[in-house]
């Protein structure tokens, strides 16, 4: 499975911006698929999740609320709405993927390259 992030860039605190990851491959094998960040000097912390059906998702502590996740009907492209932007959200968000549900958990089998989202007024 590779994964491709779209839809970084540059925003102002306050602002939206929305991430895409497309899936190519064996797309079958994309059973879970969750976004990840990592900010300078910071361990990689867990963003959002959804599985297969688009019916079970999982959220960070810190986003729970502003982000959201979801996945188009074809099941090979999931998005990440992020509202509400803070400077702390700045970080490389990346998508993975994973053969089962693994929610929170850093086992994902497939890493995308990551996008830079940068909030800065």
């Known amino acids: 499975v590779q994964l491709t992030e779209s839809g970084g860039g540059l925003v102002q605190p306050g602002a939206s911006l929305r991430l895409s990851c497309t899936a190519s491959?064996?797309?079958?094998?994309?059973?879970?698929m969750g976004w990840w960040r990592q900010a300078p000097g910071k361990e990689r912390e867990f963003v959002a999740a959804?599985?297969?059906?688009?019916?079970?998702?999982a959220y960070g502590e810190s986003v729970e609320g502003r982000f959201t996740i979801s996945r188009d009907s074809a099941k090979v492209t999931v998005y990440l709405q992020m509202n509400n932007l803070r400077p702390k959200d700045t970080a490389v968000y990346y998508c993975?993927?994973?053969?089962?549900?693994?929610?929170?958990?850093?086992?994902?089998?497939?890493w995308g390259q990551g996008t830079q989202v940068t909030v800065s007024s």
């Open positions: 491959g064996h797309t079958f094998m994309a059973v879970g």
């Open positions: 959804i599985n297969w059906s688009g019916d079970t998702t």
């Open positions: 993975a993927s994973s053969v089962r549900w693994v929610g929170a958990r850093e086992s994902y089998d497939y």
